[in-house]
C-alpha cells in the first residue's frame, strides 16, 4: 500500500543505512504482553448506546507487545525527516483546533464546524508541526503526543517504523492493566485519594477550564502508569485502532483475537483526550469506544502502536530500552 508522500522501506538495496537507523531511533519503547484471556467491554449504563461498549464478553488475545506510550513528537520527526512524508492535513491545509488552544485575537475570525461543536476552529496551516496553526511549533513539545495524525499516516508511521496499531481488544487488553472489569487503567475510583490519574478536562466543559490547568496534551509520560507499565492508556489524547468500527462489535467478532476488518467507513478509536468530561463525554473508562474518519485529524487525536510478540522485547512493566 503506498500513502501520498510517502513509499514504505523494503529489504532493498534502495534502503539506506540512514533510513534503516532512523527508523531504530523512531522506535517507541514496546512492552512485550503475555495475551489471554480477559472480560472485555462493559454492560453497564455509563456510556452511549451508539458505541456498542457491550455485552461485555470474555475474549482471548496472543500474546503481543504494545507502546509505553503514545507516539511522541520526536519519533514522528524521525519518520518524516527519513521519509518526506505529508500528512492528511498539510495536504489539505487545514485541520480542528480546539478553541481555546488558539490565540483569542486569531479565534474571530475562523470558522467553526457546526454549531453542535463551536469549540471546533478549522485552522488554515495546522498539522503535526504547527498543533495551534501558524506561529506555533513543537520544540518544546518533543515528549508530547504527536496529534493532527489521521489513521492513514499512523499506518504509515507504522509500516515505516516495522510495526502497526493495536487492534481494539489488544488496546483493552493492555489498558485494564491485569485489572478485572475496572473502570479506569487504575481502578474503578476516577481520582482515588483525590489524586489526578489522568489528563482529562478539568473545569467546566467547554469554556471554563480551572485556573492552573490549561487545555492541551501533556508529555505522553505523565502520571503513574498502569499495572503493565503502560502511561496515559486513556486521556490525553484519542488513539487509533487498526480495527473498522462498528457497533455491533461485541456481538459480531471472535472471542479470540477479535477484530473489525478494515472497511473503507470509520476507524475506531480508544481512551478519550483531554476533553473528555462526566458531563459530556466520559469516553476516557477504558471499555468505552468511538470512531472517526480515516483522513480525519484534530489536535486531540493521536496514536500507540503495537507488534506480534517476537524477541527483545520488555516483559510486562518494564521499559525497552
Known amino acids: 500500500m503506498a500513502w501520498p508522500g510517502f513509499e514504505a522501506p523494503t529489504p532493498s538495496a534502495t534502503v539506506s543505512a540512514a533510513s534503516v537507523a532512523a527508523a531504530d531511533a523512531a522506535r517507541p519503547h514496546l512492552v512485550s504482553l503475555p495475551g489471554g484471556r480477559f472480560i472485555m467491554g462493559s454492560d453497564t449504563k455509563e456510556g452511549f448506546a451508539e458505541d456498542g461498549e457491550g455485552p461485555a464478553r470474555e475474549v482471548e488475545v496472543s500474546p503481543f507487545s504494545i507502546g509505553e506510550t503514545t507516539v511522541t513528537n520526536r519519533e514522528f520527526r524521525e519518520f518524516v525527516r527519513a521519509t518526506h512524508y505529508i500528512t492528511d492535513a498539510e495536504q489539505a491545509g487545514t485541520s480542528f483546533v480546539f478553541y481555546l488552544q488558539v490565540d483569542p485575537q486569531r479565534r474571530a475570525a475562523m470558522r467553526r464546524i457546526s454549531r453542535e461543536l463551536p469549540w471546533w476552529l478549522e485552522v488554515e496551516g495546522a498539522c503535526w508541526q504547527r498543533p495551534q496553526g501558524p506561529g506555533s511549533g513543537i520544540q518544546d513539545l518533543l515528549d508530547h503526543p504527536v496529534v493532527h495524525v489521521s489513521w492513514t499516516d499512523a499506518t504509515a508511521y507504522c509500516a515505516w517504523a516495522g510495526l502497526r496499531l493495536p487492534t481494539e481488544a489488544q488496546w483493552e ?33 467547554p469554556a471554563q477550564p480551572l485556573p492552573g490547568w490549561t487545555p492541551g496534551p501533556m508529555a505522553a509520560r505523565s502520571f503513574e502508569a498502569n499495572g503493565y507499565g503502560l502511561y496515559q492508556m486513556v486521556g490525553n489524547v484519542w488513539q487509533w485502532c487498526a480495527d473498522g468500527f462498528s457497533p455491533r462489535y461485541h456481538l459480531e467478532t471472535a472471542l479470540r483475537d477479535p477484530r473489525v476488518d478494515a472497511t473503507p467507513g470509520r476507524r475506531a478509536q480508544r481512551g478519550g483526550s483531554f476533553l473528555c468530561h462526566a458531563s459530556y463525554c466520559d469516553r476516557y473508562r477504558v471499555a468505552a469506544r468511538a470512531s472517526n474518519a480515516p483522513m480525519s485529524a484534530t489536535s486531540h487525536c493521536g496514536f500507540r502502536v503495537a507488534a506480534d510478540a517476537g524477541a527483545g522485547l520488555t516483559q510486562p512493566g518494564n521499559r525497552a530500552d
Open 173 to 205: 487488553y493492555a489498558a485494564r492493566g491485569g485489572l478485572v472489569q475496572a473502570r479506569y487503567p487504575w481502578g474503578n475510583e476516577f481520582e482515588p485519594g483525590g489524586q489526578r490519574r489522568c489528563n482529562t478536562w478539568q473545569g467546566v466543559f
